[in-house]
């Protein structure tokens, strides 16, 4: 797997923090303090819920993945985690989305489907009813689409589909634990929130039998390019792109994902043609695959609105049209001191408080 604390007696609170979290987490909350007219600083620790924890990734000491939580386990003189290891279970499936596809190709539009401006979808939803019988409001679901494309002879495409069997692998202490951290980055799909455990041991290395690093050699971008990037409190910061020289050292550059919704030209044309709007398709065509110079696919949002503000050309996108694209946002240049482990995953050595206090 390559993934003192005393107060006051009259305390007012007046604001609260997000702060880095410690093993369990820790929030910090400023007091005023009504007898001695002083701010109080009160650590207070972040607690977790089971369901919160689950499916963390463990990371050893030296950056190697444990495996992931898969149950916190209670006893009368010990807590610890259940880590499990997730395997790939490889199943062959129906391709769906082909079914929609090729359905899309077969049902065109009717002259009453084109004067309702009707998207194709729409069009596909309303031959199928008819062809199965079912009422013009009727839900579908995928059995629907697969039973129709049988009647009309369409041969049915399968692929492979990938999922994760659960194999148990070992048990972590609480008092192992380093750090747990929880923040959200940009992936190359979404927004997604990352759960780190990260351990006090190198508990993976040692299962693997790696040395421990004593110290961190520099290393090419290739041979670490796209891990993931954690601070010294486990809060994953993003995804390394390349390896950076500052004047003195190396670095590394980290960024995350933003996504941004961006529409298919392909589609696009598809659905102006089905309205009976061929010069919306030719001024697209010339704009995006001539003046550019670029044979485009696809356009964001913001080129699109670009194109009608130059053209004069406005006109709806529907919902159905907008895809899913990410854009690298780079998020900080770290020198390689700052480095602590390279594994599966790479440690630095400070928290992000500490780095943005230093000007990364």
């Not at 004047?247 to 309205?275: E, F």
């Not at 602590?340 to 990364?360: F, M, P, V």
């Amino acid at each position: 797997m390559p993934i003192s604390r005393a107060q006051p007696p009259i305390l007012i609170a007046l604001e609260e923090s997000r702060a880095l979290p410690s093993v369990f987490g820790t929030t910090i909350k400023l007091f005023y303090s009504a007898e001695t007219n002083n701010l109080v600083v009160s650590w207070m620790e972040r607690a977790y819920r089971e369901d919160e924890l689950l499916d963390s990734v463990v990371v050893d000491s030296e950056g190697y993945i444990y495996g992931k939580v898969g149950k916190i386990n209670i006893k009368e003189d010990e807590a610890s985690l259940l880590i499990y290891e997730a395997r790939p279970d490889e199943k062959t499936v129906v391709d769906i989305e082909a079914v929609k596809e090729e359905l899309l190709k077969r049902f065109k539009p009717t002259f009453s489907a084109k004067l309702q401006k009707m998207p194709p979808k729409e069009v596909v939803a309303e031959n199928l009813r008819k062809e199965l019988g079912l009422k013009s409001d009727a839900p579908l679901d995928d059995q629907h689409y697969l039973d129709c494309a049988e009647r009309v002879g369409i041969q049915i495409p399968y692929r492979k589909a990938s999922q994760e069997r659960k194999e148990p692998k070992g048990n972590v202490r609480l008092q192992d634990i380093r750090a747990i951290g929880v923040s959200t980055i940009g992936t190359k799909n979404s927004s997604d929130v990352m759960k780190i455990v990260l351990l006090r041991e190198p508990k993976e290395a040692a299962f693997r039998r790696i040395p421990v690093q004593k110290t961190v050699p520099f290393r090419s971008t290739d041979s670490i390019k796209d891990r993931l990037v954690i601070d010294a409190k486990g809060l994953a910061l993003g995804y390394l792109d390349s390896v950076v020289l500052f004047q003195n050292t190396p670095g590394i550059r980290i960024y995350a994902m933003k996504p941004t919704d961006s529409v298919s030209l392909s589609w696009l044309i598809k659905y102006l043609d089905n309205l009976g709007r061929p010069d919306i398709v030719e001024a697209l065509l010339k704009y995006f695959r001539v003046e550019t110079g670029d044979h485009v696919y696809r356009m964001t949002k913001s080129e699109l609105e670009g194109f009608m503000q130059k053209t004069k050309i406005v006109f709806k996108v529907p919902d159905e049209l907008l895809i899913d694209r990410s854009v690298k946002e780079f998020v900080m240049d770290i020198p390689w001191g700052i480095v602590a482990k390279i594994g599966d995953i790479i440690i630095l050595h400070k928290t992000l408080a500490e780095l943005r206090s230093l000007g990364y």
